[in-house]
């Protein structure tokens, strides 16, 4: 049973233009979710995360939109570059030392 | 420097030879676990531990050991290795929830394992 749902498993988005990745999670327990990105040959690095008492967070270019009623996130890249090519995974857990449950995630590609 | 270590970055192997990837980190950190990636399923966790002698199941345990005798070192042990064992694994660590609420995960650079 997959907890966390992510879409689109690939995307390529001109450069300038905005990403956007989404997920949907089942687990009406999970109160934490980050996303992850990882560069070619790189281990996942935390990119941002949100907790459910707020709907939106923002850091620099990244946003993450939050949906408690629907059970939803989703990461936003303004103006992609094409630095920002990786493979992003969007998670979720909850309270305690409870493991991290990831999406599959999605092979961004950003071209110029 | 913070991080998590991993030997060895690459390895092959032949079917049923025991073999052991090794896991260390400097961040005193509590809870360790093993995941493996591989194209189209994500990362999926092996094991993890929450501290020193105590370990659990993740998703897809079968096929793997661990061990975590030391807070810092989290070896993942393959008995008999085959090829569906074939995958990219990645250690990661992070601070217990007694030290705060959520913690920042911290991934190795991975271990790309090939069993013929």
């Known amino acids: 049973q997959q907890q966390v749902k992510q879409s689109p498993q690939s995307l390529i988005v001109q450069k300038g233009g905005i990403s956007i990745i989404n997920c949907a999670y089942e687990n009406t327990a999970f109160d934490y979710f980050p996303w992850y990105q990882q560069f070619p040959g790189k281990g996942p690095a935390l990119l941002i995360a949100i907790r459910p008492d707020v709907s939106e967070k923002k850091e620099g270019r990244f946003t993450i939109s939050f949906n408690k009623s629907a059970k939803q996130f989703s990461l936003h890249i303004m103006d992609s570059q094409p630095g920002d090519s990786a493979t992003y995974f969007c998670a979720a857990s909850s309270w305690g030392n409870t493991p991290l449950v990831f999406g599959k995630g999605t092979r961004l590609s950003v071209i110029a | 420097e913070a991080q998590v270590t991993q030997n060895p970055r690459y390895l092959i192997t032949v079917t049923g030879k025991k073999l052991t990837v090794t896991c260390s980190q400097n961040?005193?950190?509590?809870?360790m676990s093993w995941y493996r990636q591989d194209p189209g399923l994500g990362l999926r966790q092996i094991y993890y531990?929450?501290?020193?002698?105590?370990?659990d199941k993740g998703d897809v345990p079968e096929g793997y050991k661990v061990s975590r005798k030391e807070k810092r070192n989290f070896p993942l042990i393959l008995e008999s290795p085959s090829p569906n064992q074939t995958s990219l694994y990645f250690c990661a660590s992070r601070q217990g929830a007694n030290r705060g609420s959520y913690n920042e995960q911290f991934f190795g650079p991975g271990t790309r394992l090939t069993v013929l």
């Open positions: 531990s929450m501290n020193v002698e105590v370990t």
């Open positions: 961040m005193n950190h509590e809870y």
